[in-house]
């Protein structure tokens, strides 16, 4: 995907593929260019590339397991969860007992030092029934169950903002 600046300028991103599936983290190449005259000129390359193109491992978990895991790791205890269905990203849209907002997961692959790339599920769990929102994506190992990414997605604003380590320099 490329993306102009100006007329002398292009930053161009290119996403990895394993396995004829793109990582949910990580895996991508970023090279910015500047026009010299009447060639192009690299003036920064940046990248989460991994070096493995593997795939390590079998899933062992399932889509719905997945979620519930991601669910009691942010302190959800759900009951009932019921499938919707899927959209044409490949998230499985679902509804779970206890929680407002619509549920989701996805089939993944995610590169981990030291293993490679695995097979894993991409969730995210929404919670509006307090009226203070949270939504968590975390990403878990298919094979072996473990989080091994939680992200708040929710940014909280405040007026006056009062910051512990550098007061005078948010």
């Known amino acids: 995907r490329g993306t ?12 990895q593929i394993v396995g004829g599936s793109p990582l949910v983290e990580g895996g991508l190449a970023t090279v910015g260019l500047r026009r010299v005259g009447k060639r192009w000129a690299v003036v920064h390359v940046s990248s989460t590339l991994t070096g493995e193109s593997t795939i390590r491992g079998s899933a062992r978990l399932g889509a719905k397991e997945a979620w519930l ?3 009691r790791n942010v302190g959800h205890r759900v009951a009932r969860v ?3 269905r899927t959209n044409m990203q ?4 679902m509804r779970a007992s206890g929680l407002d907002g619509v549920q989701t997961v996805r089939r993944a692959l995610v590169p981990l030092p030291r293993v490679g790339v695995v097979p894993a599920f991409e969730t995210v769990v929404e919670d509006q029934a307090s009226g203070d929102t949270k939504a968590y994506r975390s990403i878990i190992d298919a094979r072996t169950g473990k989080i ?5 997605l929710v940014q909280h604003l405040s007026d006056n903002p009062r910051w512990d380590v550098f007061p005078a320099n948010p």
């Open 90 to 93: 490949g998230y499985t849209l």
């Open 69 to 71: 895991r991601a669910a």
């Open 82 to 84: 019921v499938e919707l």
């Open 148 to 152: 091994v990414l939680r992200r708040s």
């Open 4 to 15: 102009a600046l100006g007329r002398n300028g292009h930053v161009v991103i290119f996403r």
